[in-house]
């Protein structure tokens, strides 16, 4: 069949493109540990190369993949992890598959729009990762760091004034919560006789999150001498944690990026907002100036 001009560079990208994502995905299963999690990645990576040879039946052309697009999903596997990278790639707009429908004329790719739509979707909802399976205890510590640890550092800012007494005493706090949510999501998990999930790790992934959240949120006050600039810096912070995390939550769950991140920044921030009253009318009133 002869192809316009206009058709002919459309089927070379979408070429390009499944060649591409087929060497991802091999890549991908290279680096993945668990057995089934291969296996599913191999299986994508061969269904990606077999759509290459329909166009090519088509273009009677070999086109070279995208070696950025390679080198950037397999590095955003390594630190993000696998379903996070896979995700964002089949919902990124290089992403030819969703076009394939609006050709109606060529049956070939009528089958392609259908196994893309349906048959990879079911594969990589077979990824199974660890790091998602314990999403709930990472979001347990960020959510509970955030909110109670910008409430408590704007709460210090006013009540204390000295951004290094602020840090001290934040630290000292953030330290022993993050012990306390850690113990808790440990006995939590422990009673809920979940055998998908471990207490122990349950605790550490609490853990972790919120002492690394107390870390950020601290260290403007230990950097910045000024206490209310610090706040203004934290609160910046906060914010910039609060998008990221959920970005990452987002595209990893197929979830609304704009809800979670406009409730969490909203609790958090009226938290803030509320401490700080507090910290200035209890400094007015017991006439306490650290």
């Known amino acids: 069949m002869n192809l316009t001009e206009k058709t002919l560079q459309e089927f070379l990208r979408f070429q390009?493109?499944?060649?591409?994502?087929?060497?991802?995905?091999?890549?991908?299963?290279?680096i993945e540990k668990?057995?089934?999690?291969?296996e599913t990645l191999r299986l994508i990576s061969n269904q990606e190369k077999g759509h290459y040879a329909v166009l090519k039946e088509y273009t009677q052309q070999d086109v070279a993949p995208k070696r950025f697009r390679i080198f950037k999903f397999y590095w955003l596997a390594r630190i993000l992890g696998i379903t996070f990278a896979i995700k964002l790639m089949e919902s990124s707009e290089e992403g030819a598959h969703n076009e394939y429908a609006t050709y109606t004329d060529y049956p070939d790719l009528q089958a392609l729009s259908l196994e893309e739509e349906v048959h990879e979707k079911s594969l990589i909802a077979l990824i199974n990762e660890e790091r998602l399976e314990y999403m709930g205890s990472v979001?347990?510590?960020l959510n509970d760091a955030l909110v109670e640890f910008t409430g408590a550092l704007a709460g210090f800012t006013l009540a204390l004034s000295d951004p290094k007494l602020i840090a001290l005493t934040g630290s000292i706090t953030g330290i022993a919560a993050a012990l306390s949510m850690a113990s808790s999501e440990y006995l939590s998990t422990?009673?809920?006789g979940d055998?998908?999930?471990?207490?122990?790790?349950?605790?550490?992934y609490t853990g972790i999150a919120y002492l690394i959240t107390v870390i950020?949120?601290?260290?403007?006050?230990?950097?910045?001498g000024h206490a209310l600039l610090a706040l203004a810096v934290m609160l910046i912070m906060a914010l910039l944690i609060i998008a990221l995390f959920n970005y990452y939550y987002a595209v990893a769950r197929s979830e609304s990026f704009r809800k979670r991140f406009t409730e969490m920044a909203i609790l958090s921030f009226s938290v803030a907002a509320v401490s700080f009253l507090i910290g200035y009318l209890l400094k007015t009133f017991t006439g306490l100036d650290a």
């Not at 055998?195 to 550490?204: D, F, I, W």
């Open 16 to 30: 390009r493109n499944e060649i591409t994502e087929s060497i991802v995905y091999d890549r991908l299963a290279s």
């Open 34 to 38: 668990d057995e089934t999690n291969r």
């Open 139 to 141: 979001v347990l510590g």
């Open 190 to 192: 422990k009673s809920e």
């Open 195 to 204: 055998k998908s999930k471990h207490p122990t790790k349950a605790a550490v």
């Open 216 to 224: 950020a949120l601290v260290s403007p006050f230990i950097l910045i």
